[in-house]
């Protein structure tokens, strides 16, 4: 049975990925069903402690993901892109390691204090999601704030660039230049697209990471761009989503 000790050293073993932006898999299928890569992947783990019996790792946002051992978990870090046989509960994919947990009985997502609506709730709360994003900086671009979990919960760096491509938005709009109906556009579609990739729907990319790469609609040419106090890297189409203070390339 894993004890504090192991915890311990597994807590040690994973630090090796805090700080960067991970990539996020649940292949166990019981695993998948909690909606736990669709809400993580691409955020920035911040901090991997162990407590009690838990491990406790802290995404950008505030989000912790909680798992607990029980008596066969098993948490492993590996060069990234090692061989594996079996379907492991959870990997945590960066630069060059990646975290594996086997067996993970429990495995919890939490939000944090004063979270936004979730985006994955049926129905989402589009109304006060909305509401939040009207009480902020008029000024703050709309790809900044889309990422913001205390505006609207859920939204990662992927479906904020997949979402704003499809409503035809400029992630650097500030909001004072987006309509009511453009937001609700981006918010509905980005719930669209997640629900979708939550039921296994694997979906053609449109920008993310196809920066210098023709864009399907227009042909113009997908540009990539740090925004935002985090520097999350923004991706858009200059042709067909216009407007804001686009950075110089
Ligand atoms: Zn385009």
Redesign the pocket.
């Known amino acids: 049975m894993p004890e504090g000790d192991s915890l311990h050293r597994a807590a040690r073993a994973l630090q090796v990925l805090v700080g960067q932006n991970v990539e996020v898999e649940t292949p166990h299928p019981r695993a998948a069903t909690k909606r736990i890569a669709e809400r993580l992947d691409g955020l920035r783990l911040d901090a991997v402690e162990a407590r009690g019996k838990n491990l406790l790792l802290r995404f950008e946002g505030g989000l912790v993901l909680r798992s607990h051992l029980r008596m066969s978990g098993r948490w492993r870090v590996e060069p990234r892109g090692a061989v594996r046989r079996g379907l492991p509960w959870l990997v945590l994919r960066g630069g060059e390691h990646e975290a594996v947990l086997w067996n993970g009985p429990v495995l919890e997502l939490r939000a944090p204090q004063r979270l936004g609506p979730d985006i994955l709730a049926e129905p989402p709360d589009f109304a006060s999601m909305l509401e939040r994003l009207r009480a902020v900086l008029p000024t703050r671009e709309v790809g900044d704030a889309l990422l913001d979990q205390q505006l609207v919960a859920g939204i990662g760096n992927v479906w904020k660039a997949e979402s704003l491509?499809e409503a035809r938005v400029s992630p650097w709009r500030p909001l004072v230049e987006v309509a009511d109906e453009e937001l609700l556009a981006v918010l509905a579609t980005a719930h669209r697209l997640m629900a979708a990739s939550v039921d296994g729907a694997r979906r053609l990319r449109h920008v993310y990471r196809r920066a210098g790469r023709p864009?399907r609609?227009?042909?113009?040419t997908i540009r990539s761009y740090p925004q935002g106090e985090s520097a999350r890297t923004a991706y858009w189409?200059p042709?067909?989503?216009r407007g804001g203070r686009e950075p110089k390339s």
């Open positions: 491509w864009c609609r227009c042909g113009g189409c042709g067909c989503q």
